[in-house]
């Protein structure tokens, strides 16, 4: 069965603390990973990941594939309350002539001042 | 830019009412588009996707129905809600310039059932 399995489901930290959030997946045909950041409304779209080893970086964010052990990263440095949110790593599954996500169900990060 | 809206932001409809839920999609032309289902503690999960007019595939056995009459825009539908109906809707686009791009979320609009 394919699925995404993200650990810790829940974290609280302090400001300027450095986070590490996981994602593990088994998926067939495997060809791409996906962060995104969830506030309140709309999940916005952080990386996309398809080659391992290769960090990506935005800011304080980043995130790096291993393909071979089948899991990704997401980093955040010099944590802010604004990194407050619940983050979501989906890959997708392709069938019937398009694709559809499936989803992890997220690490909610709490970052206290 | 390409942006996409959904309305309304918040529904409050009682069990066995009808519901229409909109999306549309602006800055680009023929998008995959996708309605998720959010509910409390749980994962998004995909319940319709659509790669052209008239083209929909539903992913789960439900009492919700979509439609897609122009390009850009996208209808989840119901005749009669349930309880079960009730939590976060998404409405998501991709480009149609073949598969691994990211999608795209709208706002969302958060129905409760009474």
């Known amino acids: 069965e394919d699925k995404v399995v993200q650990s810790p489901l829940s974290l609280v930290v302090h400001e300027g603390d450095t986070v590490t959030l996981n994602c593990s997946y088994e998926?067939?045909?495997?060809?791409?990973l996906l962060w995104y950041k969830q506030e309140k409304k709309a999940p916005t779209f952080l990386f996309m990941l398809?080659?391992?080893?290769i960090e990506k970086k935005s800011g304080r964010l980043s995130s790096i594939l291993d393909k071979k052990e089948l899991f990704s990263i997401l980093n955040i440095t010099a944590t802010q309350t604004g990194d407050s949110a619940v983050y979501l790593c989906a890959t997708p599954l392709y069938q019937g002539g398009s694709e559809k996500l499936v989803f992890g169900k997220g690490t909610k990060l709490t970052v206290n001042p | 830019s390409q942006t996409i809206h959904q309305w309304p932001a918040t529904l409050v409809q009682p069990v066995g009412s009808p519901l229409s839920l909109e999306c549309t999609v602006e800055?680009?032309?023929?998008?995959?588009l996708y309605w998720y289902r959010q509910a409390a503690g749980r994962g998004l999960q995909l319940l319709f996707y659509s790669v052209g007019i008239g083209q929909i595939s539903s992913e789960v056995p439900q009492n919700l129905s979509a439609s897609r009459p122009q390009d850009r825009q996208f209808i989840l539908s119901s005749k009669k809600l349930l309880l079960s109906d009730s939590g976060f809707y998404l409405c998501?686009?991709?480009?149609?310039?073949?598969?691994?791009?990211?999608?795209?979320f709208g706002d969302g609009t958060r129905l409760s059932i009474l």
């Open positions: 398809t080659s391992s080893g």
């Open positions: 800055g680009t032309s023929n998008p995959n």
């Open positions: 998501a686009w991709s480009g149609d310039s073949g598969f691994n791009q990211p999608q795209h």
């Open positions: 998926v067939t045909n495997f060809r791409s």
